[in-house]
């Protein structure tokens, strides 16, 4: 089967700063695969080079076989099968939670709006702020505005979804939330590329744990290995940094 | 812990900072007053009141101080603030392009008509059809005064909108473009709501500055049904030898001005809040 991400030797530069310098990382359809590193390392670049939001410097990136790095491919219809969610939610503050969840499906799908609004109500509910879709973003939690932003991109019906940090930015007591729908949707199979520091998750949910480190893929393989018994000492700092910050 | 520093040695020091500016600020009263004073007693009242507030011509200026100078006004205003409006959101949606002419042709442009004074505009537009014969701006008097207005209005209302704009944080396209949303799509559902939000109390401002500047228009020549406030206090002045019109219209001017001004700052204050 043709794998959902297919990243081949991915070099990205912000003009001298090389911030990508030759990864290699593969996605088979319904994985999960976690990113871990230092802040710093590229994590978020490379997730915004799959859909990209950032320009490769060099290589390639494959979509289900598909090369989004091809200057004919229209980037538009690809974005439609990924969806993305950002450590800061960026929610849009002048639509209600219902509107932004509708906003895509209408302009981009062309749903009608019943049919749009009846996706997104469903997807509201399935990350459980259901009873919220008349807020304005500002009215909401972090935990139920990254709910909201989850619904926004399942509405579109994604193929494979990115998360970058997407708990990072909540108060502790809301991670929980926010990580037990994104288990749930690991569970209905769909496939996910995460960048994210709660370990815990990653040991119980990724079949994968990527660790980068300096623009370069240090480490990758399951979880109980990468996070229970890393090989590189680069890693294993990282570990030590994460899992004991005090110490 | 008290604070020892501020609390003055009693006895030591006989006139603690409060009382030094409850002093200064008595005197500063006592001045005012007199300068008042001073005013009042000496100015020649009667003379003044003949010449800047007399009833009679005041009275002339009624009812075409509204029916046709501040309609005018209006017309000019509202007409060069929409022309303003969307040439100016244009020319900030070409100054933030990624196509570099659309920058350098619209930055030309705000240069331009924000280095001249307005009255040059309006001069050179009255030389329009002289310079290309058979030329005529279409909508007459009204179509060159609204031009005028418009032109310069717009250079102003861009850098207005590029500010607001470049407010939108940039997570807000990105959002967009990862739901599959073309550039432009992003920009007119995502970023526009939001950034117009955002220049509602500047373009306020906009609004009462384009009020102000369509006194130009007189500069075109106008007369009769198309004079605005400033040409219509000045035509009458003339007429009678005497300012009071042009108080007359300097008062009409500051009953659209002064609230627009006030509620421009209390949409500012409004935002502010509401972050
Ligand atoms: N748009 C950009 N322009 C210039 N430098 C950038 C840009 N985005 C990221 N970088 C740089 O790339 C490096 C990696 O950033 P990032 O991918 O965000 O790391 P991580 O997500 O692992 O913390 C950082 O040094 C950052 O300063
Ligand atoms: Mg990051």
């Not at chain 1, 037990?180 to 769909?190: Q, T």
Request: proline share 6%; with cysteine.
């Amino acid at each position: 089967m043709t794998p959902a991400i297919e990243i081949k030797d991915l070099h990205k530069h912000f003009g001298k700063n090389e911030v990508l310098r030759g990864i290699d990382c593969t996605v088979e359809a319904g994985q999960v695969v976690c990113v871990i590193g230092p802040s710093g390392s590229g994590k978020s670049t490379l997730l915004r080079c799959v859909n990209l939001l950032e320009q490769p410097t060099r290589g390639k990136v494959l979509v289900e076989g598909i090369e989004v790095t091809d200057p004919d491919v229209d980037i538009d219809a690809v974005r439609r099968r990924i969806g993305m969610v950002f450590q800061q939610f960026n929610l849009f503050p002048h639509m209600t939670a219902l509107q932004n969840v509708m906003v895509a499906q209408r302009r981009v799908l062309k749903r009608g709006r019943a049919e749009a609004e009846k996706v997104a109500r469903e997807n509201l509910e399935r990350v459980g702020v259901g009873d919220k879709a008349n807020s304005f973003p500002a009215q909401l939690s972090g935990g139920q505005q990254q709910r909201v932003a989850i619904a926004r991109a399942l509405a579109m019906n994604p193929d494979l979804m990115l998360f970058d940090e997407p708990t990072s930015a909540l108060d502790p007591e809301l991670v929980g939330d926010v990580l037990a729908v994104m288990r749930k949707l690991a569970e209905e199979g769909m496939t996910m590329l995460v960048v994210t520091h709660e370990m815990g998750f990653a040991r119980e949910v990724a079949d994968r744990v990527v660790f980068m480190d300096g623009g370069v893929v240090v480490e990758d393989g399951p979880p109980a290995q990468v996070i229970g018994e890393p090989r590189h000492e680069r890693t294993r700092a990282f570990l030590r940094r994460v899992l004991h910050p005090e110490g | 812990m008290t604070d020892q520093s501020l609390a003055a040695e009693p006895g030591k020091a006989r006139l603690s900072p409060r009382k030094k500016q409850r002093i200064s600020r008595a005197i500063q009263y006592v001045v005012l007053v007199a300068v008042l004073v001073g005013v009042v007693l000496y100015a020649d009242w009667p003379s003044l009141a003949q010449n800047f507030a007399k009833p009679d011509v005041a009275e002339k200026a009624l009812p075409e101080l509204f029916t046709i100078a501040l309609k005018n006004t209006l017309i000019y205003t509202t007409g060069g603030f929409v022309f303003a409006f969307l040439l100016g959101l244009l020319l900030a949606l070409m100054r933030l392009s990624t196509v570099r002419p659309y920058r350098w042709i619209s930055g030309l442009y705000i240069e331009i008509f924000r280095g001249l004074p307005a009255l040059l505009i309006f001069l050179l537009i009255t030389f329009l059809p002289l310079a290309l014969p058979g030329f005529a701006v279409p909508g007459g008097t009204y179509g060159q005064g609204i031009l005028g207005l418009g032109l310069v209005g717009a250079a102003y209302q861009a850098e207005v909108f590029r500010a607001g704009l470049q407010a939108v944080p940039k997570g807000q396209t990105e959002a967009a473009r990862s739901l599959g949303m073309s550039a432009a799509r992003a920009q007119i559902t995502v970023v526009i709501p939001q950034a117009i939000r955002i220049v509602i109390p500047p373009t306020t401002n906009q609004f009462v500055a384009l009020l102000k500047d369509s006194s130009l228009v007189l500069f075109l020549g106008i007369s009769g049904e198309y004079v605005e406030l400033a040409k219509f206090g000045n035509d009458l002045a003339s007429q009678y030898a005497n300012a009071t019109p042009i108080m007359v219209a300097g008062v009409t001017y500051l009953l659209v001005t002064v609230p627009l001004g006030h509620l421009a700052a209390r949409l500012e204050k409004r935002k502010v809040r509401a972050r």
